[in-house]
C-alpha cells in the first residue's frame, strides 16, 4: 500500500430518506446482469422527449411499452384534471415494423436513437396537431377528439416531418428530396425533385448531425410562406471503403466519411417561397469551406438569421438574411483563440430583439441584441456556465435558464432551473430547489414547465409546474416504492461519495460508489469509469445507473473523475486540451489513480478502467500510461489515431493534423502499445460507421505484430453502441468475466 496523501476535499452524500424506506424492505436481492437486461426496465416509468403544448394545456412524452423497453408509444395528459392517455399505440397502428432504409437507419445512430416505435413527435404552434413519424410512415394526432390519421403509406421511408407553424401543412423529406402536404385538400407538393445520389435536399449531412447537435436540413417560416431548405453535396468528400459485418454476411459499403483535414460536402442554403413557387439562393459569403451551423426565423418571419462557422471554428458568425432575395450581412461576430461553441440559446423575440450566448467572459453566458446585431445588455453574468436557454416569458421579461451553481458559483455535480431578467442584468434566482439533477422544457410562453428530477434516492421522475416552480401535477412520479421494478434491490445499492481534486488551477470533482457491507478495513479492487473527452459530465448527483450496481454487487469500488475538457464548465477548462487530446485528462486520471491508492481500503495492485468511444480512448491511453498502474482495461469502441476521425469534432480540438503533427502523434495509440501494464479487452461493433472499426483493427494488427496477449469482442452488425437486450446482456457478462479475472476474484484467488 502506497502511502500518498493528495489534496482532496470529501463530501458524503445523503441517503437519509432511501434509509428510511429501506426499513421496510423486505429480504433484499443481489441485483443480476439477466434483470438488468430484461422487462420491464429498473429505471421504470421513465417519460421521455417530454414536451408542453404550446398553450401549457397539454402534455405530450413518450413511454416505453412495458412488454418491451425497446418500443416506444406517445402519451398525453392534461396539465389539468385528468389521468394521462395513449395517443398514439405503435404496435397497433403498425403491428409490423418491418426493416429501416439506411437514410433512417444512419439519421438515427447519429441522433443515438435506439427503440423503435414512436422515437419523435412534434407540435404546431397552435397546438392542435401532434405528428409521429413512425417506421418510415407520418402520423397525424387531432387534439381535439384524439383522432389519428396516416398521412403515408409508402415504400420508401418520410423522415425529418414535421407540422406547419400554423398547422396548415405537414412536410418530409422523401428519397432526398422535400415534399409538403396540404392537410385540407390531402395534396402532395414536390418542393425539390433533383435529389438523388450524392445531390440530397433538406436534410442535415452526415457532420451536422454527428457534431454539431443539428438534426433537420429545413425551417419553416412562422408565416408559411417561406421554408429555407439546405442543398448538400457529397461529391467532394473521401469515399472510405467500410465492411457492414452482420451475423448473415458482409457488405462493402462506399462511406462518404470527412476525415480530419479533407474535405467537407458542400452545404448550400435556399430559400422556398410557396407563393410564388421561386427559391432563391442564401449569400453565405465567398468562402464554400465552412459549417452551415444554425438557421432560425424572426418572430415574424421578415428576417432569416443564420450561424456560419468557420472550418477552423474560431469563428462564429450570425448573419441577416433577407428571405425574398438571398442577401445576407453579418451582424455579430463570435471569436476564439481554440474554438467557438455550437449551442441553442439562440431566441427571436416578438419586438424584434433576439437573445444569443457566448463565452466571451470566459463563461457561457446569455446577452440581449437588437435586429441589428448591436448588444443591449448581459442578461446573465458571473463564474459559472449556463447550461442552456430553457424559456422566456417576453410578457414579464423573465428569462428562465438551467445552470449547475449554488451562490452565484459552480457546482458541477448538480443542475436547476433559474430564472434572470430581460430588462436588467440582475442575480438569478433558483425555480427549482438544490440538491440533486433537474432539466426543464417550457411552454412558448414560459408561463409552465416540465421539471425532470432526479437524485441518488429518486430515480427520474417528471412533473408540471408553473413558472414560479410551483408544482402542478406528476407526469410520471416513478416513485422508489414497493411497486417499482428497482425496489427489491435498492438496499444493496452502494453509498455514493463525491469529492474534489486540484489539478493546474482547476478543480476536478469525482464520485465513488462503494459496494454493498462496505468495511473500510478491508481492501477493495476499483473499476475506475471514464468518458474524458468533451460533454456534459458524468459527476453528478443523480440516480445511478443499475450497471453500476453489477459492478458493486461484484465487489468492485466503482469511482469516476470529471478530468479537464469534460463537462459544461469554463471556456478555460474546457480547452485545456486544445491540440493534445490524450495528455492532460490523463494527467489528471493519473492524479485520480494515485488517489486512490493513498485509502487504506483500496487494492492498489487491482485497478481498471472501462469506457466506451472516447471512454474507449482514455482507457487505451491509460492502460498504455505507466504511472496509471493499471491492471486491466475494458476499452469500447475506441478512436485510436485522431486523423481517421471525421473533420468537425477533431479538428474542433486538434486542428488538423497538417497544422498539428505533432498533437495527432502524441494521441495515437499504436506507439504506446508496449507500454501495457496490465491485461486489455478490446470491443467494437462491426457495422460502426462513426468510429469505423479501421480504429480497433489497427490495434489488434499492432498488438499481434508485438506478440502482446489481448482479448477481443466484435458484434457484428452493431454501430457506435451495442443495442437490444440480449446483446447487452452478453457485453456485461463479458465485461464482469473480464474484471472478475483480472482485478476480482478470480484473480485474488490466483494469488
Given amino acids: 500500500m ?3 496523501l493528495l489534496a482532496s476535499t470529501l463530501f458524503v452524500a445523503s441517503v437519509t430518506p432511501l434509509s428510511a424506506a429501506l426499513a421496510q424492505t423486505p429480504d433484499p436481492a443481489v441485483l443480476t446482469p439477466e434483470r438488468v437486461f430484461a422487462n420491464p426496465s429498473l429505471a421504470g416509468p421513465v417519460a421521455k422527449g417530454v414536451s408542453l403544448s404550446p398553450d401549457g394545456a397539454l402534455v405530450a412524452f413518450l413511454r416505453s411499452r412495458p412488454d418491451d423497453v425497446d418500443t416506444q408509444d406517445l402519451w ?52 392542435r396537431y401532434i405528428l409521429a413519424p413512425l417506421e418510415g410512415d407520418v402520423f397525424l394526432a387531432s387534439r381535439e377528439g384524439g383522432q389519428v390519421r396516416r398521412l403515408t403509406e409508402t415504400a420508401a421511408d418520410e423522415i425529418d416531418a414535421k407540422v406547419s407553424p400554423k398547422g396548415n401543412f405537414v412536410s418530409w423529406v422523401r428519397d432526398q428530396d422535400l415534399v409538403v402536404y396540404d392537410l385540407a385538400t390531402n395534396a402532395e407538393t414536390a418542393v425539390t425533385t433533383d435529389g438523388d445520389g450524392l445531390i440530397t435536399w433538406a436534410t442535415a449531412e452526415f457532420i451536422a448531425q454527428e457534431e454539431m447537435d443539428r438534426d433537420t436540413g429545413y425551417w419553416w417560416s412562422p408565416t408559411e410562406r417561406y421554408i429555407a431548405l439546405q442543398r448538400t453535396d457529397e461529391s467532394t468528400v473521401d469515399v472510405i471503403p467500410r465492411l457492414d459485418i452482420t451475423g448473415a454476411g458482409a457488405t462493402t459499403v462506399q462511406q462518404r466519411y470527412p476525415r480530419a483535414g479533407r474535405p467537407n460536402a458542400v452545404v448550400e442554403l435556399y430559400v422556398h417561397d410557396r407563393q410564388s413557387g421561386q427559391r432563391v439562393k442564401v449569400d453565405l459569403g465567398d468562402n464554400p469551406d465552412i459549417y452551415l451551423a444554425r438557421v432560425n426565423w424572426s418572430a415574424n418571419g421578415a428576417i432569416l438569421y443564420v450561424q456560419r462557422e468557420s472550418r477552423d471554428q474560431k469563428t462564429l458568425d450570425l448573419l441577416s438574411v433577407d428571405p425574398a432575395t438571398g442577401q445576407s450581412r453579418v451582424i455579430v461576430t463570435q471569436r476564439s483563440d481554440a474554438w467557438v461553441s455550437l449551442n441553442n440559446d439562440f431566441r427571436a423575440l416578438e419586438d424584434g430583439n433576439f437573445i444569443w450566448s457566448s463565452e466571451e467572459s470566459g463563461w457561457r453566458h446569455l446577452y440581449l441584441y437588437n435586429r441589428d446585431g448591436r448588444r443591449l445588455r448581459a442578461i446573465t453574468r458571473g463564474d459559472y456556465a449556463i447550461k442552456g436557454l430553457s424559456g422566456v416569458n417576453q410578457r414579464t421579461g423573465e428569462v428562465f435558464f438551467t445552470a449547475s451553481m449554488r451562490d452565484g458559483k459552480e457546482m458541477p455535480i448538480e443542475q436547476q432551473l433559474f430564472r434572470a431578467s430581460l430588462n436588467r442584468t440582475t442575480t438569478p434566482v433558483a425555480v427549482t430547489p438544490a440538491g440533486g439533477w433537474w432539466s426543464a ?49 435498492v438496499s444493496r445499492r452502494g453509498e455514493v461519495t463525491f469529492g474534489e481534486l486540484e489539478s493546474h488551477g482547476e478543480t476536478l470533482v469525482w464520485q465513488m460508489t462503494t459496494p454493498p457491507g462496505f468495511d473500510p478495513t478491508k481492501t477493495y479492487p476499483v473499476v475506475m469509469q471514464v468518458y474524458g473527452g468533451p460533454s456534459g459530465g458524468g459527476v453528478r448527483r443523480g440516480w445511478q445507473p443499475a450497471t453500476n450496481q453489477l459492478l458493486t454487487e461484484a465487489g468492485y469500488i466503482v469511482f469516476r473523475l470529471d478530468n479537464r475538457g469534460e ?29 486512490l491508492r493513498s485509502l487504506p481500503y483500496v487494492d492498489d495492485a487491482r485497478i481498471a478502467m472501462m469506457g466506451w468511444s472516447y471512454g474507449g480512448f482514455m482507457s487505451l491511453m491509460a492502460i498504455t500510461e505507466p504511472k496509471m498502474g493499471l491492471a486491466a482495461a475494458a476499452v469500447g469502441a475506441p478512436p485510436t489515431e485522431w486523423g481517421l476521425y471525421d473533420t468537425h469534432y477533431t479538428e474542433r480540438f486538434m486542428s488538423t493534423p497538417e497544422l498539428n503533427p505533432e498533437g495527432y502523434a502524441a494521441s495515437d495509440a499504436i506507439p504506446r502499445l508496449p507500454n501495457m501494464t496490465g491485461r486489455m479487452l478490446l470491443m467494437h461493433g462491426m457495422a460502426d460507421d462513426n468510429v469505423i472499426l479501421e480504429n480497433s483493427t489497427r490495434v489488434i494488427n499492432a498488438l499481434q505484430q508485438n506478440s502482446q496477449p489481448f482479448e477481443l469482442m466484435l458484434y457484428p452488425g452493431q454501430r457506435h453502441g451495442v443495442r437490444g437486450n440480449e446483446r447487452q446482456l452478453q457485453q456485461w457478462r463479458t465485461y464482469l468475466d473480464f474484471f472478475d479475472r483480472t482485478i476480482g476474484r478470480q484473480s485474488h484467488d490466483a494469488e
Wanted: net charge negative; aromatic share 10%; proline share 5%.
Fill in 441 to 489: 422544457s417550457m411552454n412558448r410562453t414560459g408561463t409552465s414547465f416540465v421539471g425532470n428530477y432526479t437524485d441518488l434516492t429518486t430515480p427520474m421522475q417528471s412533473g408540471l409546474y408553473q413558472a414560479d416552480g410551483t408544482f402542478v401535477r406528476w407526469i410520471e412520479q416513478n416513485k422508489l416504492d414497493e411497486t417499482h421494478p428497482s425496489w427489491p434491490y
Fill in 2 to 4: 502506497r502511502n500518498i
Fill in 567 to 595: 463537462g459544461d464548465r469554463s471556456a478555460r477548462f474546457k480547452q485545456a486540451l486544445y491540440l493534445k487530446m490524450g495528455q492532460p485528462e490523463i494527467e489528471d486520471q493519473v492524479l485520480a489513480a494515485d488517489y
Fill in 76 to 127: 398525453a395528459a392534461p396539465t389539468g384534471a385528468g389521468e394521462p392517455f395513449k395517443l398514439i399505440d405503435a404496435r397497433a397502428l403498425v403491428p409490423d415494423a418491418g426493416e429501416l432504409s439506411e437514410a433512417e437507419k444512419a439519421r438515427r445512430e447519429r441522433m443515438r436513437i435506439s427503440q423503435r416505435g414512436v422515437v419523435e413527435y412534434s407540435w404546431d404552434e397552435q397546438g
